[in-house]
C-alpha cells in the first residue's frame, strides 16, 4: 500500500495491548494510531483517528468486542482477538461485521500478513481456518430458513459459495471447477455483490445461517 495501514488496537489488559501495539509498530508499512482499552473506548478511538484496521477483544468491559464491532463494521475493518477455546462469542462477532479472527499467541508474521490481507479488502488468512470457527459455533445454533437473497444466485454462484464455505481459496475452487482463477474471482464478486456482504468471511457466516452448508457436513456437492 502507498500509505501506511491505520491500525487501533483494543484490549482490556495493558500488557497484551501495549505488546501487540509495539509490534505492530516495528513494520514500515503500520501505523499504530492508538489503543483502546474497552469497546466502547474503541468506537470512540476509531470515530476521531479513522483507522483501516481494528484488532479487537471479545471480553471487555463497558461494552464487549461484539458490540464494538458492530458500530464499527461499516467504517473499519475489524479482526477479533480471541483465545478461540473460551470464547463461544466468535461467530457473534463476525456475524457482527468482523473480516476474520486472530488467536491471541498468533505469531508474529502471522499477525502482520493478516493485517495486511485484511486492510486490501480480503477476508482473513486461510479460508478453512474460518470455515472450522464457524462450523464449531454455527452448529451450536439452530437452523434458520434458507436466506431469500440466495435465491438471486445462479447454480455456479451457490457451488461457489459452497466451496467458500469448505474453505477452498479461489485457485483452489477453480482447480475443483476446472475454470481459470479470475473466472473464480469474478463468481465471488458476484456472489458478494447479490447478498450484499463485504468479504469471504461474511459469505461464510452466510452459507452457514442460511442453511445452504450444514455445520461438520463433507457433502457440499
Do not use: C
Not at 509495539?22 to 473506548?41: I, S, Y
Amino acid at each position: 500500500m502507498s500509505t501506511p495501514v491505520r491500525i487501533l488496537v483494543a484490549d482490556d489488559h495493558a500488557v497484551v495491548r501495549a505488546g501487540f501495539a509495539e509490534l505492530l509498530a516495528t513494520q514500515p508499512d503500520f501505523a499504530v494510531v492508538g489503543t483502546a482499552r474497552d469497546g466502547a473506548e474503541a468506537v470512540r478511538l476509531s470515530r476521531e483517528l479513522a483507522p483501516d484496521v481494528v484488532l479487537m477483544d471479545v471480553r471487555m468491559p463497558v461494552m464487549d468486542g461484539i458490540e464494538a464491532t458492530r458500530r464499527l463494521a461499516d467504517s473499519a475493518r475489524v479482526l477479533i482477538l480471541t483465545t478461540f477455546d473460551l470464547d463461544e462469542y466468535v461467530f457473534d462477532a463476525l456475524r457482527a461485521g468482523a473480516s476474520g479472527f486472530l488467536l491471541k499467541d498468533v505469531t508474529a508474521e502471522r499477525l502482520f500478513d493478516a493485517v495486511r490481507v485484511v486492510a486490501e479488502g480480503e477476508a482473513l488468512l486461510a479460508p478453512a481456518i474460518t470455515r472450522r470457527l464457524i462450523s464449531r459455533f454455527a452448529g451450536l445454533r439452530p437452523a434458520t430458513q434458507a436466506a431469500p437473497a440466495l435465491a438471486a444466485l445462479t447454480p455456479r454462484e451457490t457451488q461457489v459459495l459452497r466451496l467458500i464455505a469448505e474453505g477452498l481459496s479461489n485457485p483452489e475452487i477453480a482447480a475443483r471447477l476446472t475454470v481459470t482463477e479470475e473466472t473464480v474471482k469474478t463468481h465471488v464478486s458476484r456472489v458478494l455483490g447479490k447478498l450484499g456482504l463485504r468479504d469471504r468471511t461474511q459469505a461464510v457466516v452466510a452459507a452457514y445461517e442460511s442453511g445452504l452448508v450444514v455445520p461438520g457436513s463433507r457433502d457440499l456437492w
